[in-house]
Structure formats: C-alpha cells, structure tokens
Nanobody
Framework: QVQVVESGGGLVQAGGSLRLSCNAS????????MGWFRQAPGKERAFVSAITWSDGRTYYTDSVKGRFTISRDNAKNTVYLQMNSLKPEDTAVYYC??????????????????WGQGTQVTVSS
C-alpha cells in the first residue's frame, strides 16, 4: 500500500521560512516524480513544485521561483520543500503527491496517483 505523508507546516510571519517534508513508501518510486500542490480557501488546488526521483529535475510555478527550493533524499524516500521569504498569499494547505507524469504534465494534478493528507501553512502579515 502506497503512503505519502507530509509534515512541517505551521504558522510563520511574512518573510519567514518553513520546510515541508514528504515521505513516500510502499513501492519503488525511481521512475516517479514528486509534486507539491497547494489549495487556498475557495480556490482550486494548484501546482507549486515538482522533482523527478531519477535525475532530480525540478519544476516551479512562477510565483515561488527564487523563494522555494525542492530537493530529495533518495535513501530516505523523502522530498523537501524549503520555503523562504514567505508571503501571506502563500497561505494554503500544501499537498504532496507521487506520480509518473510526462515532462509536459508535471504541473497537472490529475497526473499524480498518490496524495498525502495535506499540511497547513499560514503566513501572517
């Protein structure tokens, strides 16, 4: 049984930092990509960042480029999202997902098969 578990959310002031972790277990993920999505109240779940297990290619949505960094630890089957210079508009529930999207599909949530339960990130102004 595949499990994807996020951790690391919390409350932080604007300009602060948080690091989210995502552990995946239950199968071999070497051909997979891991993605981070977020959902703010009243909005659809949106792509934030992704990384491929095999070669570490990274992808970001424009609004987080230069502030967020995604990385992986293959030995621990864990992906991290380092979030710096946080803004109130980053407030959302952050979800980790595992899937095997094609390169053109890494930003598409329907391309991911397994999802975590989400972790709340709140940035106060």
């Amino acid at each position: 049984q595949v499990q994807v578990v996020e951790s690391g959310g919390g409350l932080v002031q604007a300009g602060g930092s948080l690091r989210l972790s995502c552990n995946a277990s239950g199968r071999t993920f070497s051909s997979y990509a891991m993605g981070w999505f977020r959902q703010a109240p009243g909005k659809e779940r949106a792509f934030v960042s992704a990384i491929t297990w095999s070669d570490g290619r990274t992808y970001y949505t424009d609004s987080v480029k230069g502030r967020f960094t995604i990385s992986r630890d293959n030995a621990k089957n864990t992906v991290y999202l380092q979030m710096n210079s946080l803004k109130p508009e980053d407030t959302a529930v952050y979800y980790c997902a595992a899937g095997s999207p094609p390169d053109w599909g890494v930003r598409t949530r329907t391309r991911y098969d397994y999802w975590g339960q989400g972790t709340q990130v709140t940035v106060s102004s």
